[in-house]
């Protein structure tokens, strides 16, 4: 592996852990019993998760910010370069090119980081955790669920919100400088405040598994069930939503 993409990997990979270290604990935050924020409600998640990606995308600039596999998987449906480095004068001197060997290195470094930052928000908030509450409840700090289990309604909703997502960062122009990194960010909350009610907007497949396996694993007390029977929504419905936009996307652009 280049230099160029062994940057990218850990770009990845920090930025991801950031990411759901952030957005984890701002849903820690609200939900688990004796936090600072407890009943906080879902406008200080929205606007959490918001602020996680802003800071996300800016830790991962050495790898075009993608932190979610359905960014990457639109870049590379619509044909567009995952990373872009620019020399004097604005000129193109390398690019990390939208190949398949490419994009599931970076669909590794996006689940690395999304474990390694569940793990992290588990150990801030350990004591927590500790205390009594569902086990429904402790999920919820790391994976999505529905508010009404319909699979198949489940499914399109991930499609919709996350097509809103990636099509805004095809069309936008991918890269986190100037406004990029805060234009996400408020997309993403619009996304939770708008269309975030049914299933948590998910968006994300690393966001989602990443956390979920670390939650099987973690000696969380009365945990209860990882939901497995529910998991592969926030993952292939992403997926799909992120290929639709790519499509769309370069059409479009």
Known sequence: MDQLLMNAFWSEILGTATLILLGAGVVANVILPRTKGFNGGWLLINFGWGLAVFTAVYIAYKSGAHINPAVTIGLFTAQEPFYSVTGPEGLVTATIEPTVGNMFMYFGA????????????????????????????????????????????????????????????????????????????????????????????????????????????????????????????????????????GLVGAAWV
């Open 110 to 245: 996006q689940m690395i980081g999304a474990f390694v930052g569940a793990v992290i928000a588990f150990l801030a908030y350990k004591k927590h955790f500790d205390e009594d509450a569902p086990g429904a409840t402790k999920l919820a700090v790391f994976s999505t669920g529905p508010e009404i289990r319909s699979y198949a309604w489940n499914f399109v909703t991930e499609v919709i919100a996350t097509f809103v997502l990636v099509f805004f960062v095809v069309a936008s122009g991918k890269t986190p400088s100037g406004l990029g990194p805060l234009a996400v960010a408020l997309v993403v909350v619009a996304i939770g405040a708008s269309l975030g009610g049914p299933t948590g907007y998910a968006i994300n497949p690393a966001r989602d598994l990443g956390p979920r396996i670390a939650h099987a694993l973690l000696p969380i007390r009365g945990k209860g069930s990882s939901d497995w029977a529910y998991s592969w929504v926030p993952v292939v419905g992403p997926l799909v939503g992120g290929v639709l936009a």
